[in-house]
């Protein structure tokens, strides 16, 4: 398939985001240690670590190896020198990956953490994790965001409906008050930042916040235009943990030619309906084969059919298939075709066991950030995760220190 070619993961630029730049990584997963769903986000000096996980689907092992890179609050590399940041070896090898086994789709998988006692970060702030081949680090395979935290500062943050009464109906608003504590801020203006997440969809993160007002030692950040988001829908999800029979939102599973092929259910554009309330995970997505107790070497591929039913082809742009499994990026490999004999579009990926979330995306020619509104509408209702993240310019560092973070629902706050 053109949609695996290697040119399309090439020249191996690195952006400093989360990114793949080989058709047979598959099924890239980055979290904290212990639990898939949660934010790759660790505290400066704990336990806590980073887990990266992956699949390879040659027939032979490689030869990889990481490193970690610190970034700068907007995600371009600090002035910091690897010795100002990483205690430890500056690059490692990756172990040795495990076969998978009773897999129709053989692939090796890869994991590995940090810190480790080979590399530990000593700097809080953006960090990008990044696995090339053969000591080579031009030759980059994946990269992955995750964040070192040091918890100098309180935030209040909460979550309501917009007060701009023309989109009150459909967007939600991030009210943020900052409290410095004991920590020198010279110029709150200039030297804080604050960014903001919606369900840790990095395509959309919102910069730019000045406070409102400066109180003692507290900014508060009342009503920022930036952080006004539209509230979306709940994510569409389907649940493929085990294979002998049809579960959540599948109408039915085939042998196919190489794989199990999963039909997901008609599911049509919901632009114009009103608020459903369903469970989902917000856009994020758990690998699980109920048979060999989540071991991921066991969770076999699946060919997932997803159908968007419509009477006419959308003009001006192109429908993908986004969510946390493929970093709400709208990738070529997920392009939706529409098929004019059953009315629908159509898209046939393949994708690992488990449990997803995941939306119909509209993507208008010459743009480059999906609308996830067209297709699926936008409620206030909506429930969302957002991440608020406070950084203070260190002057003496010469670097951005992330120095808050804080978790807010916008139903259970």
Known sequence: MDALSPEYYVPRTVHYRDEVFDPLIRTVQ???????????????????????????????????????????ADWTPSDLAKGQYIDGAFTDLVRVPRMSFNTLQPFFHYDLQVPNPMMRP??????????????????????????????????????????????????????????????TVIDPFGDIKVAVLQNLNWNDVRTGLRPRFIRNNELIYDHPPEAQFMGGNEFRNFELKNLRFPSLRVASIRTGQDLMEAVLADEPSRHIRVYLEQPDVNGRYLVRNDDVDGDPTGADYVNVVFSLPMDAPLPGGDVYVVGGFNDFTCRKEHRMQYVPDRKRYMLVAPLKQGFYDYQFAWLPQGAHLPDLTRLEGSHFQTENDYLVLVYLRDHQQRCDRLVGARFVNSRRG
Not at 45 to 52: D, K, N, R, Y
Request: proline content about 1%.
């Open 30 to 72: 980055c979290f904290k240690v212990g639990f898939e769903l949660a934010a790759p986000v660790i505290e400066l000096g704990s336990t806590e670590a980073v887990e990266l996980r992956f699949d390879d689907l040659r027939t032979t092992t490689l030869d990889l190896s990481y490193t970690i890179e610190h970034c700068n």
């Open 122 to 183: 000593t700097r809080s702030g953006n960090y990008i994790l990044k696995v090339f081949q053969s000591g080579d680090e031009s030759a980059v395979m994946v990269t992955r965001r995750f964040l070192v935290v040091e918890k100098l500062i309180g935030i209040d943050a909460r979550v309501m409906a917009s007060r701009d009464v023309q989109v009150r109906d459909i967007a939600q608003q991030v009210d943020i008050t900052v409290r410095t504590n004991d920590l």
